[in-house]
Nanobody, 127 residues
Framework: QVQLVESGGGLVQTGGSLRLSCAASGRTLSNLNMGWFRQAPGKEREFVAFTSRFAEITDHSDSVKGRFTISRDNDKNTMDLQMNNMKPEDSAVYYC????????????????????WGQGTQVTVSS
């Protein structure tokens, strides 16, 4: 079993930055492929970013590419999402997800690939 806890959400103005963190426990992080997803009210859960076990592969959705960066620290059992130049359309609940499955892009963009999820953290970007 894997427990995931997100932190770092909050309110930010357009053009501002936030850094989300996901703390994992229950398994060694290097055994897990991990991702960030988000869900806005009335919308489906949306892929944001993916990192493979040792970050040899990373992927970002087109909507955040060049603005968001996923990273991980396996020694600290954490994964981060640095969000820069934020826009109102980035407002959503952000979820950390993990899978022990062997997966890669583009399958890793599907939320069905992940067994474990955090509780989510709210991000709101004001215009």
């Amino acid at each position: 079993q894997v427990q995931l806890v997100e932190s770092g959400g909050g309110l930010v103005q357009t053009g501002g930055s936030l850094r989300l963190s996901c703390a994992a426990s229950g398994r060694t992080l290097s055994n897990l492929n991990m991702g960030w997803f988000r869900q806005a009210p009335g919308k489906e859960r949306e892929f944001v970013a993916f990192t493979s076990r040792f970050a040899e592969i990373t992927d970002h959705s087109d909507s955040v590419k060049g603005r968001f960066t996923i990273s991980r620290d396996n020694d600290k059992n954490t994964m981060d999402l640095q969000m820069n130049n934020m826009k109102p359309e980035d407002s959503a609940v952000y979820y950390c997800a993990a899978t022990i499955r062997t997966t890669t892009v583009p399958l890793a963009q599907r939320h069905t690939q992940y067994e474990w999820w955090g509780q989510g953290t709210q991000v709101t970007v004001s215009s």
